[in-house]
């Protein structure tokens, strides 16, 4: 019956623009009408890092809930923690529409929303009022007219600090013209010194030391990763979350949508994330935490990008063609796993394939 009504419940939505669909799902999720669909807790699967205290190691990633409307409601579905935005200083409308595709064959997205939000002030209102306990990630990044880009990212810091779980400076968007400059090294450097400092200085005031996180693209070169790796070390940024949308189009069934502007995402990034993430694993050492993202529709891929160096997993472009419930059954399908691969913690199974990984070319 399950698999009855998310069949049923695609079609009908696969009927819509993909951003009114999008839109929906978050009126859904507000009124109530999307149950409860999370995981029996499992102790083997609590992920402690960066002083966190995760349930399970699935999150959700940025993007899907760029306002911060229903995080709580995101926490029912199963996963572990939830990021929202990407949110900027001040409100911008984005890229023109259509800027959403589905590459039904593919199981895959493209968008190049370009960081459409509405600003700092609502979703920090938002957030301000939840009271449901649960870790909420705040993804910050730079509007598309700013004149100092760096200044954006620590307003993100001082605005969200009372609120935040964690932060993430998302620099790897493709859709939000030279913001994937901020990658490089020197930029980095002073991109990273800045957003430290804030967080020190806001840690002073309220006895409160948020993590920070810095979510890079697929797209790197390795002298790329060796840059982002020394400067994230040398900055002691508390961890990496790889990676964001790709612009390869490697290997698409659909050509024609593949011609799209904008960052693909979902199954066919898989590979090529997970390739990254290994790499970084090596180049980073084994302390500093990494969230593992793209292509995630399983717990079979979740465990993947585990065994290739990731501490935590996000998904979401997967959901789309999944349905609501993915989280808690990839959670649950984690515990199965566990039981068959007889260990105590899923800590026990990283980095067991991150040499196999790293070796793939890109």
Known sequence: MMGF???ATRRGLFLLDPEAAHGMSITALKTGLVPSCAARPDPR???????????????LAAGYDK??????????????????GTLTP????????????????????????GFNNEGHDPAFARLSGIRRSGIIGVNI??????????????AGIRRFNSVATYFTANISSP???????????????????????????????????????????????????????AEVLAHQL?????????????????????????????????ARSTAVL???????????PIIGVGGVSSADTALEKIRAGADLVQLYSCMVYEGPALAGRVVSGLSKLLDREQVNSVRDLRDSRVDHWAAAKL
């Open 45 to 59: 699967l609590r992920v402690n890092l960066a002083g966190l205290d995760f349930p399970n190691p699935v999150g």
């Open 5 to 7: 009504l998310k069949s």
């Open 278 to 288: 290994a790499k970084m694993r090596q180049k980073v050492g084994k302390e500093l």
């Open 67 to 84: 306002n911060a409307e229903v995080p709580e409601a995101l926490l029912k579905l199963g996963f572990g923690h939830v990021e929202v």
């Open 238 to 270: 508390d961890g990496l979350i790889v990676s964001n949308t790709t612009l390869s189009r490697d290997d698409l069934i659909d050509q024609a949508q593949a011609g799209e502007a904008g960052g693909l995402s979902g199954k066919p990034l898989f």
């Open 175 to 229: 859709n939000t013209p030279g913001l994937r400059d901020l990658q490089a090294r020197e930029s980095l450097a002073a991109l990273l010194s800045a957003v430290i400092a804030a967080r020190n200085e806001e840690a002073q005031k309220s006895g409160r030391k948020v993590p920070v996180f810095l979510k890079i693209a697929p797209d790197l070169t390795e002298e790329g990763m060796d840059d982002i790796a």
């Open 141 to 154: 990044g730079a509007n598309k007219d700013s004149v100092d880009r760096i200044a954006d990212y620590v």
């Open 90 to 113: 001040k409100a911008q409308a984005g890229n023109p529409k259509p800027r959403l595709f589905r590459l039904v064959e593919d199981e895959a997205v493209i968008n190049r929303f």
